[in-house]
T-cell receptor
Framework: EAQVTQNPRYLITVTGKKLTVTCSQNMNHEYMSWYRQDPGLGLRQIYYSMNVEVTDKGDVPEGYKVSRKEKRNFPLILESPSPNQTSLYFC????????????????FGPGTRLTVL | GDSVTQMEGPVTLSEEAFLTINCTYTATGYPSLFWYVQYPGEGLQLLLKATKADDKGSNKGFEATYRKETTSFHLEKGSVQVSDSAVYFCALSDRSYNTDKLIFGTGTRLQVFP
């Protein structure tokens, strides 16, 4: 089954304790992205990756890191979490569009609800 | 910058009622437009899409028409069901970006009662 998986689904942690949220897709997609969802703000992009070893900042990258060492995996790293990073996080993947080519459907993971105390 | 504006929710309807969720956008380029749906406890799923002016996207009884003159992409369904209760997100992808970035609206919660 084609899917995007995230782990953990729920996480409660304390300020400053490093954590990693994993994301994996089995569709051989080039493009992967992380979003956070907050009430009244919709989804905002944190980081994205166009392919292996190619990553770039989205709209709200502060306090986050990512890596793309393998095509299927795109972990999100919070080196020193703070309470303002309490949010619902989504990983997404798609076939990469180029130039004026229609942007393809993005497939989303089930989400990771993070609480930072 | 580009943006998407959706009507505030929640929208509360009885089963078989007509649904409209308004969505307008601002974009410097010529975007593709999407509606995504988020069922409780799940990730987002693509509901429908449109890539050029006057295109109509449709799926599961939902429809939306890309209106360039009014920069709108309103979601409609003629007869909602309880199972349609979810959060609906309007989004755009601007081809002028050299990425696959989606810009989302804030989401509209739909609650359908029997």
């Amino acid at each position: 089954e084609a899917q995007v998986t995230q782990n953990p689904r729920y996480l409660i942690t304390v300020t400053g304790k490093k954590l990693t949220v994993t994301c994996s897709q089995n569709m051989n997609h080039e493009y992967m992205s992380w979003y956070r969802q907050d009430p009244g703000l919709g989804l905002r992009q944190i980081y994205y990756s166009m392919n292996v070893e190619v990553t770039d900042k989205g709209d709200v990258p502060e306090g986050y890191k990512v890596s793309r060492k393998e095509k299927r995996n795109f972990p999100l790293i919070l080196e020193s979490p703070s309470p303002n990073q309490t949010s619902l996080y989504f990983c997404a993947s798609s076939v990469a569009g180029t130039g004026a080519v229609f942007r393809h459907e993005q497939f989303f993971g089930p989400g990771t609800r993070l609480t930072v105390l | 910058g580009d943006s998407v504006t959706q009507m505030e929710g929640p929208v509360t309807l009885s089963e078989e009622a007509f649904l409209t969720i308004n969505c307008t956008y601002t974009a410097t380029g010529y975007p593709s437009l999407f509606w995504y749906v988020q069922y409780p406890g799940e990730g987002l799923q693509l509901l429908l899409k449109a890539t050029k002016a006057d295109d109509k996207g449709s799926n599961k009884g939902f429809e939306a028409t890309y209106r360039k003159e009014t920069t709108s992409f309103h979601l409609e369904k003629g007869s909602v069901q309880v199972s349609d209760s979810a959060v609906y997100f309007c989004a755009l992808s601007d081809r002028s970006y050299n990425t696959d970035k989606l810009i989302f609206g804030t989401g509209t919660r739909l609650q359908v009662f029997p």
